[in-house]
């Protein structure tokens, strides 16, 4: 990519998007261009292609979705296979037929199986069924590699696919019906610490495991993948390292400062037991994350506080 290349960001007030825009900015890119959801629906084909055929971007980073946690992917099965299939399959014939330079699709490591081998290697997809909580925001994101292949195949399309583990940082979405699972603890610890609670409950057992990486390494890696990256395979983007729930859990209470104790809702599903991403691929074209998880808790907490006071 050229200073001057038109770059689109699709989601570029989401988490990742925004952090995209950030890394591009920081790095010199001076023509970005970005549309609301309420500029432009991605659902809708005939405002896709008007809007490629008028822009005619570049290079495209397809970050825009429907993304929430368990409880909000199993609760809108519907929402979360038809939004992502629809923003994806638009955004992606558009590309081609406008003869974008370079594309990356942003999927995510609920598309692995369920109980597949750890850590999870790309070659793993398809391999076995899916985990219900996320099953159709999960078919949706394989139908977007799928997607990137195709196009590739038959019409030569440098489409790439990138999956993310679980992210979080600047600009995460803090609704605890529909957040994940890190911000969810930030503020119910925070506002346990505020209001005196003497517990914070804690979704399901505890005992599953989670990656956490920060938004802006996945910001980092993204551009690195843009610039260096031309394969069919897909890249699995994280730090290698994951935690249990409880311990993630432990963590957050330490950053916030709260001194009260946890309870364990098991009412509420654990989801997949593991999905630690196998990085080798990331890490053997070049790049690896720099934030550990104490200091993005730390960082993503400020934003919290800041974010806040701003309301
Ligand atoms: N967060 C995670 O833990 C995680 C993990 C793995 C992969 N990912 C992937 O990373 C990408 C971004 O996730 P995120 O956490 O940044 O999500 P996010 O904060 O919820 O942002 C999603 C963005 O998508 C846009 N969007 C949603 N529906 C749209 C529509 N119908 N038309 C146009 N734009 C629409 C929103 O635009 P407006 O703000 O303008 O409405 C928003 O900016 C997604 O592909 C997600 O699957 C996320
Ligand atoms: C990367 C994302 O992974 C997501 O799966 P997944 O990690 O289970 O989604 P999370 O909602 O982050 O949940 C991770 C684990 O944290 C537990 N948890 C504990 N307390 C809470 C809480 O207050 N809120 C939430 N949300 N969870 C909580 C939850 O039960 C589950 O075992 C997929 O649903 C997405 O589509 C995406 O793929």
Known sequence: MLKNSKIYVAGHRGMVGSAIVRKLQNEGFINIITRTSKE???RSQMAVESFFEEEQPEYVFLAAAKVGGIQANNTFRAEFL?????????IIHAAYRNGVEKLMFLGSSCIYPKLAPQPLKEEYLLTGPLEQTNEPYAIAKIAGIKLCEAYRDQYGCNFISVMPTNLYGYNDNYDLNNSHVLPALIRKFHEAKENGAPTVTVWGTGSPRREFLFADDLADACLYLMEHYNG?????IG??????????????????????GLEFDTTKPDGTPRKLMDVYKLHSLGYKHSTSLEEGIS???ADFKNKIVEV
């Open 232 to 236: 069919r395979e897909l890249v699995n």
């Open 239 to 260: 730090t290698g390292e994951d935690i249990t729930i409880k311990d993630l859990a432990l963590l957050v209470k330490d950053v916030v400062q709260f001194e009260g």
């Open 40 to 42: 432009l629906d991605l």
């Open 299 to 301: 960082l993503a907490y």
């Open 82 to 90: 038809y939004d992502n299939l629809m923003m994806e399959a638009n």
